[in-house]
């Protein structure tokens, strides 16, 4: 019902930069935020960075004036820009979306694949 597909990510040396980008289809009636989290190996799943409809965002600590999430409403899409990457933000990110479906009245989470990014140092 809902699909949900990130892309742009790969290997890049420390220092430099990648976006992200994230697309969800189907019967969506609307979108109340969308996000990225990542995952390292032995770790747990971690928000990143995250933009409501209204455009407020969220960002962890680690990544703070070096990520920059935006979202195109009319896209259902969103980006996530990372500079001065380290190879502590080397993890698998995911795209979440939360939606509301036509065929529903209840909000749901929707997941991604996602996306390798490794950063070499």
């Known amino acids: 019902q809902v699909r949900v597909v990130e892309s742009g990510g790969g290997l890049v040396q420390a220092g430099g930069s990648l976006r992200l980008s994230c697309a969800a289809s189907g019967s969506i009636f609307s979108i109340n935020a969308m996000g990225w989290y990542r995952q390292a190996p032995g770790n747990e799943r971690e928000l990143v960075a995250a933009i409501t409809s209204g455009g407020s965002t969220n960002y962890a600590d680690s990544v703070k004036g070096r990520f920059t999430i935006s979202r195109d409403n009319a896209k259902n899409t969103v980006y996530l820009l990372m500079n001065s990457l380290k190879p502590e933000d080397t993890a698998v990110y995911y795209c979440?979306?939360?939606?509301?479906?036509?065929?529903?009245?209840?909000?749901?989470?929707?997941w991604g694949q996602g996306t390798q990014v490794t950063v070499s140092s």
């Open positions: 979440n979306t939360v939606a509301r479906l036509y065929s529903s009245t209840k909000v749901g989470t929707y």
